[in-house]
């Protein structure tokens, strides 16, 4: 519990209108994406670094835990107070302080929606490429915290590769530059940067990133192509990359989303079919039309049964549309989702998709898997009902068998998501007990006494949370 002393403390340093202890304040930032609650013991709005730095101080004497937090739409409990603490939302920082036309290059504050520093760069006529699903809630500075990618990793990447530099207010408070601001390259030291994005708000709190940006495409089209079976859409998927096409984006839908999707958007259209691929192509708009005949090609000749090209903003509004009501939907198949992230090598995605439906019959439950099938990165989704102690059981089994398939692929159990305190203890499947030990030490060495979002990404026993 924080003593009334930190709380007044922490009032004087932001401010009255800028802190909070009430209840009811602190439900609002108690949970995420996980539906886990974890009330906190306060939730504080900085103002900028130096108040998060005194914060932090003041942390370190008497011992409180700090959780960063962004706007909570994380899926692996990474901005919980799992050990009670202080919530730091950063969400008064969202200011987008510069875009340089001339160096491509963006300037901005933590808070900064995604989506909002895309349409600005795009008004522009540039481009920022890392495009999570949550772009319209989500902020830059939660999308460093876990290296957020989104459908255009194929041929983008993903966040780490648009971090330039940040500017970060350690856990012992000090406030520090990483990297560089507007240069392309720089290899002075050691690579802060790289460090910080993915590390989860364990290593430190960003309150500025430096992000490269880039030319705005020419054109684009959107395609939606119909199969009759997932693996005959993965294995287009495959022929695609095999054929040396760079789609901007290849994303694969299932069965159970299709159907979900039907009953949430009221869409039809899909009835007879069990697999759907939704892809981009962007550039010059020869290298687009081309592209486009190529894909339609090879889709016809992996079984495609429909291939269908949208014609105009509004139709691709459309189909986007589509595939962004698929996570909501699932709450129609059952009341619980175990969602995970796993990603193989491209050239084993069937053997995954395949041996997913193989879990699914064999642990008697619910799997709905879509998501970024360029980069090998599937959203796999176990339905079931936390209030059915068999079933839940048998959804928990269920992950373990695919995460274990997943590394015998190739592959990593969290592609975007992060660890947090949703994957924490399966991290030793896939990390060697040495790497993990490394880990652990830069975390004691920048945080001695770990007050900094503690409880994350290492498996350790905390209290139990309500539920939302």
């Known amino acids: 519990m924080l003593k009334a ?32 609650l974890y009330p906190p013991d306060g939730v504080v709005f900085p103002g900028g670094p130096e108040e998060i730095s005194r914060i932090l101080r003041l942390a370190n004497t008497e011992g409180f835990p700090v959780i960063p937090r962004g706007a909570g739409t994380g899926f692996t409990g990474g901005a919980l107070a799992v050990e009670g603490g202080v919530i730091l939302s950063l969400e008064r920082l969202k200011g987008i302080r510069e875009i340089d036309t001339a160096n491509l290059t963006a300037d901005v504050e933590p808070g900064v929606i995604t989506g909002d520093l895309q349409a600005e760069a795009e008004r522009l006529g540039l481009f920022y490429p890392p495009d999570p699903t949550s772009l319209k809630f989500s902020t830059i500075g939660g999308n460093i915290a876990e290296c957020a990618g989104g459908p255009r990793a194929i041929k983008y990447g993903v966040t780490r590769d ?4 940040l500017e970060v207010v350690m856990p012992t408070g000090e ?20 460090l910080m994005v993915g590390s989860e708000g364990t290593l430190g709190v960003v309150t500025r990133a430096f992000l490269r940006l880039l030319p705005l495409p020419e054109a684009k089209r959107t395609m939606l192509v119909e199969f009759l079976s997932l693996e005959d859409a993965a294995g287009a998927v495959e022929a695609v990359i095999n054929a040396k096409v760079v789609p901007s984006t290849i994303e694969i839908i299932d069965d159970v989303c299709i159907r979900c999707v039907e009953k949430y958007a009221k869409v039809g259209g899909l009835a007879s079919v069990e697999a ?11 290298g687009v039309q081309d592209d486009v005949a190529r894909i339609r090609r090879i889709a016809s000749e992996r079984g495609a ?13 459309d189909i986007w549309n589509l595939r962004r009501a698929i996570s909501p939907s699932l709450s129609k198949v059952k009341p619980t989702k175990l969602n995970e992230d796993v990603v193989v090598p491209r050239s084993n995605l069937v053997g995954l998709i395949t041996g997913i439906e193989d879990i699914a019959s064999k642990k008697g439950v619910v799997i709905a898997s879509f998501g970024h099938a360029g980069d090998g990165n599937i959203h796999v989704n176990v339905m079931v009902d936390k209030n059915n102690a068999a079933e839940m059981q048998r959804g928990m089994d269920a992950v373990k068998d695919i995460f274990e398939l997943t590394i015998s692929l190739g592959g990593t159990i969290s592609g975007e998501h992060g660890i947090g305190i949703a994957k924490a203890s399966y991290i030793g499947m896939e990390l060697s007990a040495e790497a993990i030990e490394v880990m652990r030490g830069i975390k004691k060495a920048l945080d001695p006494n770990g007050i900094l979002n503690p409880g994350k990404i290492f498996p350790k026993a905390f209290r139990q949370p309500q539920h939302a």
């Open 162 to 165: 648009y971090v330039l530099g």
């Open 276 to 286: 759907v691929l939704l892809i981009e192509v962007d550039g010059k708009e020869t």
């Open 175 to 194: 406030i520090i530059t990483t990297g560089t601001k507007k240069t392309m390259k720089g290899v002075v030291g050691y690579d802060l940067t790289r």
């Open 305 to 317: 049964k429909t291939f269908w090209v949208a014609s105009g903003r509004d139709e691709e509004k």
């Open 5 to 36: 002393t930190a709380r007044d403390e922490i009032t004087g340093i932001v401010g009255k209108g800028n802190a909070s202890f009430g209840k009811e304040e602190l439900l609002c930032y108690s949970y995420d994406a996980t539906n886990s």
